[in-house]
């Protein structure tokens, strides 16, 4: 498919080269419910994020759970099967084989950063204290692509209820259409954002003047 670049899921601003929070979502009734907690990492041009710093203990202990369910059969990827050793995020990028946990699709949506950052900031800290409740808590409904596990997870766990909170009944959204972006095209997301979605407008001109250099 070659290098191509995503917009944020919930603003519509171009993901080219930019910081963003990936979580991945079980496609299941109409429904994407997300199966992991946010995980900030930098837009690739390849449709995922490349392995943040400081990821390794959390990929190490995903790696393993995916490694036991594929053995198991709860995870399936067509046409292939995942390996163990490779970049995590790496399996879920749009133009490789599907992967199915439990029957039910995998896909994966991108938020920018600062547009997260905005929402967990507005929506307070309250909750559960401990990572492991919080984990309880958030995959209360559905299946974890991993179980838990004391690994630095609590950043994402609250990020990810920073995001459900915010958008309430409403669905996770998934990325819009893959397109090239240039210079121009990364100018107008931003005008386009702002119209579009008013209430994160804060966020998009923070995004704005600290994250694009154009």
């Not at 995922?48 to 399936?76: F, M």
């Amino acid at each position: 498919m070659g290098l191509y670049d995503l917009r944020c899921a919930l603003t519509g601003l171009s993901l080219k080269t930019q910081r963003c929070d990936l979580i991945l979502l079980r496609s299941c009734g109409g429904q994407h419910q997300p199966i992991w907690g946010a995980v900030t990492g930098r837009y690739n041009r390849l449709g995922t994020i490349d392995d943040p710093p400081g990821a390794a203990p959390e990929r190490t202990h995903i790696a393993a759970a995916l490694a036991a369910r594929v053995q198991d059969g709860s995870i399936v990827e067509e046409g292939a099967k995942p390996e163990a050793g490779e970049a995590f995020f790496e399996r879920f990028e749009p133009n490789r084989h599907r992967v199915h946990l439990e029957g039910d699709l995998v896909v994966l949506t991108l938020i920018h950063h600062r547009v997260v950052d905005f929402i967990v900031r507005e929506g307070g800290d309250d909750g559960p204290s401990s990572d492991e409740a919080l984990f309880a808590e958030l995959f209360a409904r559905t299946t974890p692509i991993a179980p838990y596990a004391a690994v630095g997870l609590g950043r994402g766990l609250r990020r990810l209820r920073a995001l459900g909170r915010w958008l309430g009944a409403r669905p996770f959204p998934l990325p819009r259409t893959a397109e090239q972006h240039t210079d121009a095209d990364v100018e107008r997301s931003i005008r386009d954002a702002k119209k579009r979605a008013p209430a994160l407008r804060e966020a998009i001109e923070w995004a704005e003047t600290e994250d694009y250099r154009l």
